[in-house]
């Protein structure tokens, strides 16, 4: 059965992008633990993360890394922390997420739901920092 994030990444449902290649996508988590948490999301559907390709883990956590350094330029938190837990969708993803403390990184802080204006503003701040570091992935 296609995944929720297959069809966020084929445009059936909405979501609010600040990465796209041809392997993986960056959006905004609609039930953020903090300001700007994005989604690193492989094209492919691979449900663990221990029974993907080598090459396609190493690929995320770049991305990961690239979308974080740009989090930490648009936000100027204390950290960037990843989680990669898999239990919310059967679908790989890495949670890049800004933070001052590590309380911030828990699910049960996680928002119910932020206004689109409020992704958008955070998806804006980053793809800015995305851009004064050279990348440009089709999200402008």
Do not use: K
């Given at each position: 059965?296609?995944t929720?994030?297959?069809?966020?990444?084929?445009?059936?449902?909405?979501?609010?992008?600040?990465?796209?290649?041809?392997?993986?996508?960056?959006?905004?988590?609609?039930?953020?633990?903090?300001?700007?948490?994005?989604?690193?999301?492989?094209?492919?559907?691979?449900?663990?993360?221990?029974?993907?390709?080598?090459?396609?883990?190493?690929?995320?956590?770049?991305?990961?890394?690239?979308?974080?350094?740009?989090?930490?330029?648009?936000?100027?938190?204390?950290?960037?922390?990843?989680?990669v837990?898999?239990?919310?969708?059967?679908?790989?993803h890495?949670?890049?997420?800004?933070?001052?403390?590590?309380?911030?990184?828990?699910?049960?802080?996680?928002?119910?739901?932020?206004?689109?204006?409020?992704?958008?503003?955070a998806?804006?701040?980053?793809?800015?920092?995305?851009?004064?570091l050279?990348?440009s992935?089709?999200?402008?």
């Amino acid at each position: 059965m296609t995944t929720v994030f297959t069809r966020i990444i084929r445009g059936e449902l909405p979501g609010v992008f600040v990465w796209r290649d041809d392997v993986s996508v960056g959006f905004l988590s609609i039930n953020p633990m903090a300001f700007g948490h994005t989604l690193v999301v492989p094209r492919v559907e691979v449900d663990h993360w221990i029974d993907a390709e080598p090459e396609l883990l190493r690929h995320l956590v770049d991305v990961s890394r690239i979308v974080g350094i740009a989090q930490q330029r648009a936000f100027q938190p204390e950290r960037v922390g990843i989680i990669v837990a898999g239990y919310e969708v059967p679908h790989l993803h890495i949670h890049v997420i800004p933070t001052n403390d590590m309380s911030e990184l828990s699910f049960a802080h996680a928002a119910p739901s932020v206004s689109r204006d409020t992704l958008e503003e955070a998806a804006a701040r980053i793809q800015d920092a995305l851009g004064s570091l050279g990348y440009s992935h089709g999200c402008d």
